[in-house]
């Protein structure tokens, strides 16, 4: 006799399947969030932003308040009845990124670059301006 693994969690991709209890309440589009990544260099701060299947058409990036916003959309295909789909998974929705940018930055000179799904959002810092030393005389009352 053979034994047969347990695999607990084998039903819930019955439980979550094409019936899609969850949908009139919640839709798959709400739970993505793309994953970002976001660094500082000595010249700027860089902001990567996994897109796959975005087009950069549908990409908005704005900057308001020191606050830089990313924002797209993505368009399902439409289902064809008579291919027999076994799963249908494409998805359609938008998504909305914030990040909190430092002071000290140049908005004005944001540049953004799309390749392989990948955007990558770069914005140059301000010059630290070297400031001199003072020194100060005491004056010494008497």
Known sequence: MSLIPWKPFSNLDNFFGDDDWMMPVVSK???YKPAMDVYETD?????KTHL?????????ISIEDNILRITGKIE???E???KGYWKKEIRQGSFE?????????????INAEYEKG???IKIPKMEKEKKEKLKVQIKEKK
Request: hydrophobic share 35%; no cysteine.
């Open 118 to 120: 990948v955007l990558q």
């Open 43 to 47: 010249k700027e701060i860089v902001v």
């Open 29 to 31: 589009a709400d739970f």
């Open 80 to 82: 064809d009845k008579k």
């Open 52 to 60: 796959p299947g975005f087009n950069s058409e549908n990409v908005d």
């Open 97 to 109: 990124r914030m990040v909190q940018l430092p002071s000290g930055v140049k908005p004005e000179e």
């Open 76 to 78: 399902e295909e439409i």
